[in-house]
């Protein structure tokens, strides 16, 4: 343990390649002689495992090798097996949550989340496939995947819920050179106004290099598609970048908003993120919304836009058009009666 920090401490500073400033972090397995090993090539094969395990744990982290760990490196290489076959099979499928105007309470937007339906293993939260998806490095052709059924279905949405703008998740492995032509070819092959597409993108973004994510952001938002930062808050981002960089929208966490009625630190946390958002004219959406008074005290609090079950859980295409509509109708009746 000791090695690894002094490893960690040693590279926790940028330093500069070729006029760029690169940050590593170290992911360590360690495997201990002679209970994990009797020979160096079993040492090194059993910490290779603890350090996978390590690097799934996230940036910066180190793992002792135990036994039960060889069972959890099987389990996720079937994992990768069937998510693999599951692109090729069309087993994925995106279910939509309306995204609602605080003030009136009608859908403005819908989030488009992606739901893998395995025959084998039923369903599988996204929490646990879609990292999984960015170390396999499949991320890119599922994303595009994401991104033309949204927008696809969206068009579609649009003869009777006009103006309705759907907003997509986007990994920021996505983000690379190709990105802008792969969403080009999307808005022409859809035929979606691009005003009415939104992206979700996490602070992690900003750990790339800042004049790249700059000149992406600006690109898109010229040809009229918005930008939501996505769980902020909870990244590694500094302020900065809400100075530099071209958005539109915070998403405040639902991490943040969670049984906020006995927390004063969150109450604190979420009133600033309004504050400043406001400031900086930058809309707000709350995700994870479940009862009135955290509604209410988001309405005091000047939050603009608000998501979670209290209005509706993420739902197939069509219960979601249906869920829209009877909204509507149940609005129409109620103000003429
Ligand atoms: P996220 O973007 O923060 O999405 C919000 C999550 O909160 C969703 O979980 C949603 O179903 C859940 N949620 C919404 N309202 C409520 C509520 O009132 N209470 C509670 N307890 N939960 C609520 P989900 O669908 O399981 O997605 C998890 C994460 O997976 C997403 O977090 C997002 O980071 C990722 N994800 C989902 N679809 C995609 C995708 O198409 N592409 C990428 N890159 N990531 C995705
Ligand atoms: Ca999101
Ligand atoms: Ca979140």
Redesign the pocket.
């Known amino acids: 343990m000791r090695v690894v920090t002094r490893l960690q401490s040693a590279l926790a500073l940028p330093f500069t390649l070729e006029d760029k400033s690169v940050l590593l972090s170290i992911s360590a397995g360690i495997a201990l002689y002679p209970e994990n090993g009797s020979c160096a090539a079993e040492l090194m094969d059993n910490a290779d495992v603890a350090q996978e395990q390590a690097k799934l744990s996230g940036q910066n982290h180190y793992t002792f090798y135990s036994s039960d760990l060889n069972k959890t490196a099987t389990d996720r290489l079937a994992l990768e097996e069937d998510l693999r076959y599951a692109l090729e099979a069309k087993e994925f499928e ?2 939509y ?1 309306p995204k609602m105007d605080i003030r009136n309470q009608t859908a403005v937007g819908v ?5 893998w339906n395995s025959p084998a293993r039923g369903f599988v ?3 646990e496939f ?1 990292p999984l998806c960015e170390q396999m490095g499949i ?1 890119k052709p ?2 595009e995947w ?1 991104l033309e059924s949204a927008c696809q279905q969206a068009k579609a949405w649009h003869s009777e819920m006009p103006e309705l703008k759907v907003s ?4 920021s492995l ?1 983000l690379d050179k190709d990105f802008i032509d792969t969403v080009k070819a999307v808005i022409a092959k859809s035929g979606l106004d691009p005003k009415c597409l939104d992206l ?1 993108i ?1 602070e992690g973004i900003f750990l790339e290099n800042k004049c790249m994510v700059s000149e992406l952001f600006s690109e898109l938002r010229s040809m009229g598609i918005t930008i939501s930062i ?2 902020f808050g909870t990244g590694y981002s500094s302020l900065s970048y809400l100075r530099d960089l071209p958005i539109d929208t915070l ?1 405040i ?2 991490s943040f908003l969670m049984n906020i009625e006995e927390d004063d630190t969150s109450k604190a946390i979420v009133n600033s993120i309004i504050t400043l958002a406001n400031g900086l004219h930058l809309n707000t959406v709350a ?4 009862d009135v008074a955290l509604l209410n005290f988001l309405i005091q609090g000047g939050c603009r836009e608000v ?4 209005f509706s ?2 739902l197939p295409p069509e219960a979601l058009s249906q869920w829209v509509l009877d909204v509507e109708a149940w609005r129409c009746h109620f103000s003429f009666t």
């Open positions: 995106l279910y949550q989030e488009a989340l992606l739901r939260s996204p929490m879609i991320i599922l994303g994401v997509v998740n986007v990994s996505q979700e996490t996505d769980d998403k966490d639902r995700e994870g919304v479940e998501q979670g079950y209290l859980p993420p």
